[in-house]
């Protein structure tokens, strides 16, 4: 194993602690064009592609696989259910009945859903193409309608599709504002609780023209964000705060390269992250389809040190 220091100072920063991990696992998919992944608490994980959803214990076996009709762009489980959005709709799966025919209810017209939560049996998918959350509960899909504290509707800046949403400490609705570089708060009535987030490309800031384009909250509160100008996954406390560097370009495939090899259009090269239950932090590699677990490393130091 190579010990890679706390990075130096850059600028007027403080130097950059880093994210204490164990050896990086890679899972390759074997997906040409993944589009979303879950981790099951007690299962392993689940990963989207655009026509098929695949099953997969948490070494990397391969449980079970079934074909998506419907160019499939979001994916969230409960206990009992595996959620799948697509063109047409949203569907569900009972998780015990894997193959079992999936039912749609049906989606607006030119929805382009590219994430999806369940908070208390609410499930809220986000539109890209509409730039607005939706909510569905009791087989009815409406807008969502976010305010400030004036009441004045917030617009969210959706440049490009990877708008996310994910549900935070106290069951409160979080979602980011990629081409504004926020992530925001959301109460159960709409209201926005609160919003944080620069653009910029140093450490605890978002680069490019969007960020952070997708994010997770891990189970101590802390949140994880990948970025579409930096290839980079970095974590922040629950109030925005930055806290640490988990990864960055040198751990990942050159992107470029790859995605020019198999065709993938330049707005679909991103990472996706996810938090498991045990506070590992897990990234999907659109141009590669691999998953790339980081495992979080116990240390009394203040200055840790990154292991990989």
């Given at each position: 194993?190579?010990?890679?220091?706390?990075?130096?100072?850059?600028?007027?920063?403080?130097?950059?602690?880093?994210?204490?991990?164990?050896?990086?696992?890679?899972?390759?998919?074997?997906?040409?064009?993944?589009?979303?992944?879950?981790?099951?608490?007690?299962?392993?994980f689940y990963v989207l592609g655009k026509d098929v959803l695949t099953h997969f214990a948490r070494d990397g076996r391969l449980l079970e696989s079934r074909q998506i009709d419907g160019n499939a762009g979001a994916?969230?489980?409960?206990?009992?259910?595996?959620?799948?959005?697509?063109?047409?709709?949203?569907?569900?799966?009972?998780?015990?009945?894997?193959?079992?025919?999936?039912?749609?209810?049906?989606?607006?017209?030119?929805?382009?859903?590219?994430?999806?939560?369940?908070?208390?049996?609410?499930?809220?998918?986000?539109?890209?193409?509409?730039?607005?959350?939706?909510?569905?509960?009791?087989?009815?899909?409406?807008?969502?309608?976010?305010?400030?504290?004036?009441?004045?509707?917030?617009?969210?800046?959706?440049?490009?599709?990877?708008?996310?949403?994910?549900?935070?400490?106290?069951?409160?609705?979080?979602?980011?504002?990629?081409?504004?570089?926020?992530?925001?708060?959301?109460?159960?009535?709409?209201?926005?609780?609160?919003?944080?987030?620069?653009a910029g490309p140093t450490h605890g800031s978002f680069c490019g023209c969007c960020g952070p384009i997708s994010f997770a909250v891990l189970p101590n509160g802390q949140i994880a964000t990948a970025e579409k100008?930096?290839?980079?996954?970095?974590?922040?406390?629950?109030?925005?705060?930055?806290?640490?560097?988990?990864?960055?370009?040198?751990?990942?495939?050159?992107?470029?390269?790859?995605?020019?090899?198999?065709?993938?259009?330049?707005?679909?090269?991103?990472?996706?992250?996810?938090?498991?239950?045990?506070?590992?932090?897990?990234?999907?590699?659109?141009?590669?389809?691999?998953?790339?677990?980081?495992?979080?490393?116990?240390?009394?130091?203040?200055?840790?040190?990154?292991?990989?």
């Amino acid at each position: 194993a190579t010990t890679v220091p706390a990075a130096a100072t850059q600028g007027n920063m403080l130097a950059v602690p880093a994210f204490a991990r164990e050896d990086v696992a890679l899972i390759p998919t074997g997906l040409d064009s993944p589009v979303a992944f879950q981790i099951a608490d007690d299962s392993g994980f689940y990963v989207l592609g655009k026509d098929v959803l695949t099953h997969f214990a948490r070494d990397g076996r391969l449980l079970e696989s079934r074909q998506i009709d419907g160019n499939a762009g979001a994916l969230t489980i409960t206990q009992d259910e595996i959620l799948v959005a697509v063109s047409d709709g949203l569907g569900r799966i009972p998780r015990e009945d894997f193959q079992q025919e999936m039912a749609l209810l049906p989606f607006p017209r030119g929805t382009m859903a590219t994430g999806m939560a369940v908070n208390q049996g609410i499930v809220f998918v986000a539109d890209a193409a509409g730039r607005r959350l939706l909510r569905v509960e009791e087989d009815e899909v409406v807008p969502f309608s976010l305010t400030d504290i004036d009441g004045n509707t917030v617009r969210l800046v959706v440049p490009s599709p990877y708008l996310d949403v994910a549900i935070g400490e106290g069951r409160v609705l979080m979602l980011n504002n990629p081409g504004a570089h926020q992530i925001m708060g959301v109460s159960p009535g709409g209201g926005l609780a609160f919003a944080w987030g620069t653009a910029g490309p140093t450490h605890g800031s978002f680069c490019g023209c969007c960020g952070p384009i997708s994010f997770a909250v891990l189970p101590n509160g802390q949140i994880a964000t990948a970025e579409k100008g930096c290839r980079r996954i970095q974590l922040f406390d629950a109030d925005g705060q930055w806290a640490s560097l988990v990864a960055d370009g040198d751990v990942f495939a050159p992107a470029d390269r790859i995605c020019d090899l198999r065709g993938i259009d330049p707005m679909e090269r991103w990472l996706r992250v996810r938090g498991a239950p045990d506070g590992s932090i897990w990234v999907l590699e659109r141009c590669t389809g691999d998953l790339l677990r980081f495992e979080v490393k116990a240390t009394g130091s203040q200055s840790p040190e990154v292991v990989t």
